[in-house]
C-alpha cells in the first residue's frame, strides 16, 4: 500500500527555483517520504520559479510585497494564505523577503530555509543570492557550503538542521562558486532536510537540531 503524504509543504521563492526544482524531482523520486508539495508561493509575479511549478502540476500563487503597506501586513497575508492551505511545513527556497513575527507564531519550527554557506559565515541581513559568494571570494575561504536551518525572528540565526561544505577554487567567481555549492550542497541537503521532517526526525532542544536514529 502507498505511503499516505499527509505533511502538506508550501515552497516559498523568488526566482529561478533551482531548489524548489530538487525538491519537486525528489518528490517524484520518493524522496520526500510522507511531504507533498501543495503550494508555491511567489513574492513576485513572473519569475522562472512559477513556470516549475505550473510544469509539475503545483498550485501557485503571487504576494508581492509593494501591494502591503508594510512588513506586518505582508505577513499576515502570508500566513493567512498557508493557513487556508492547511500547510504543515514552509520551505523558504531562495525567498528574499524577511518574514515577521506572526509566521514564527504560526510555524513554531516548522519553517526551513536554504542559505548559502556554511552558517555562522556570510549570513545576516544583506546576505543573499551572489552577495554571499563574493563576501566569501573576498575573504579567501577555502571552502564554503550551504546550510539549512530552521527559520526564527533573527535572520539566518536558527537552530541547524544539515551543512555541507564545497571547495572553493582560486580561479572562482561569485557565478562559479554559486552553481558548485548549489550543485554539491543545496539540492542536496535541501530534499534531505525535509524528508527527515516529514519522517518525524527532527527535534530541537536549546536551539540545537538533533536527528533521530542518527
Ligand atoms: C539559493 O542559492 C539560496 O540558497 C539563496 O538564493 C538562491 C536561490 O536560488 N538564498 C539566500 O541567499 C537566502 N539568504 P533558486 O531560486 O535557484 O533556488
Request: proline fraction near 4%.
Amino acid at each position: 500500500m502507498a505511503m499516505e503524504k499527509n505533511v502538506r509543504i508550501a515552497v516559498l521563492v523568488s526566482g529561478g527555483g533551482t531548489n524548489l526544482q530538487a525538491l519537486i524531482d525528489a518528490e517524484k523520486r520518493g524522496e520526500l517520504g510522507r511531504g507533498s508539495i501543495c503550494l508555491v508561493l511567489a513574492s513576485k509575479p513572473g519569475v522562472y520559479a512559477l513556470e516549475r511549478a505550473a510544469a509539475a502540476g503545483i498550485e501557485s500563487t503571487v504576494l508581492t510585497r509593494k501591494e502591503y503597506a508594510d512588513a506586518k501586513a505582508y505577513t499576515a497575508a502570508l500566513v493567512d494564505t498557508l493557513v487556508a492551505a492547511r500547510i504543515d511545513l514552509v520551505v523558504l527556497a531562495g525567498f528574499m523577503i524577511i518574514i515577521g513575527e506572526q509566521m514564527y507564531k504560526q510555524f513554531p519550527n516548522r519553517i526551513l530555509n536554504v542559505h548559502p554557506a556554511l552558517i555562522p559565515s556570510f549570513c545576516g541581513p544583506g546576505f543573499y543570492g551572489l552577495h554571499v559568494h563574493e563576501a566569501a571570494l573576498a575573504k579567501g575561504v577555502k571552502v564554503s557550503g550551504a546550510t539549512v536551518h530552521f527559520v526564527t525572528p533573527e535572520c539566518d540565526a536558527g537552530p541547524i538542521v544539515l551543512q555541507k561544505a564545497v571547495e572553493v577554487k582560486e580561479d572562482d567567481t561569485p557565478e562559479t562558486l554559486q552553481k558548485r555549492i548549489m550543485e554539491q550542497a543545496e539540492w542536496k541537503i535541501l530534499p534531505k532536510a525535509v524528508r527527515l521532517f516529514c519522517d518525524g526526525r527532527l527535534t530541537v532542544e536549546n536551539d540545537k537540531v538533533y536527528v533521530k536514529g542518527e
